[in-house]
């Protein structure tokens, strides 16, 4: 990661580690490699005395999600290879010829699995809490690069947001934006 400096980074903010942004993230650091830094944000997460970071479970007073998935072939097939076999390898379940079942908990587990390479070089750093407008990357500007374009970015980013947001309230009002 090392090839680009800080400051030509796009930061990106992942908003939940869960399926989706877990997904994303991996996507965005699979075409963008060290051009950009991303921090997934996830506050069922907990970091383990190894130093490894982990969804929480009963241990930790949380009860993880039973439910299954049933995903699409052609879903499926739009993801990377390296995400269908990791998602799927050692598991087959088709209910229907052209879909396939995993429980969200094996999703989430092995998704988790899939950023650690990612993690070791450094191009995505795992966050165990919830982001939001009070986080501290996003109110003081704070990242582990001493960036001040990356500031800057990250004030413009919520500046815009927090515009937005009024402007939408403004047109729509408050129950729809959230304000």
């Known amino acids: 990661m090392s090839s680009v400096s800080n400051s030509q980074q796009l930061v990106v903010l992942v908003s939940g580690g869960g399926p989706v942004g877990s997904t994303f993230a ?24 190894d130093d490894r970071t982990k969804w929480q479970g009963e241990g930790q007073g949380r009860i993880r999600r039973d439910q299954v998935v049933t995903l699409q072939d052609h879903v ?11 998602l799927f390898s050692n ?24 950023l650690e390479p990612f993690v070791e070089s450094g191009q995505i750093e795992l966050v165990p809490e919830n982001l939001n407008e009070r986080t501290d990357r996003l109110v003081n500007g704070y990242f582990h690069e001493k960036s001040t374009a990356v500031t800057s970015t990250i004030y413009k980013s919520l500046e815009a947001f927090r515009a937005h947001r009024a402007q939408c309230a403004d047109d729509f009002g408050t129950k729809i934006c959230g304000t």
């Open 26 to 49: 991996l996507v965005l650091a699979t075409m963008m490699r060290s051009h950009a830094k991303i921090y997934i944000y996830e506050g069922r997460w907990f970091v383990d005395q």
């Open 76 to 86: 499926i097939h739009q993801m990377p290879t390296f995400i269908q076999k990791g």
């Open 91 to 114: 598991l087959n379940e088709r209910v229907w010829p052209t879909s396939r079942n995993i429980p969200i908990r094996e999703v989430e587990d092995r998704l988790l699995a899939l």
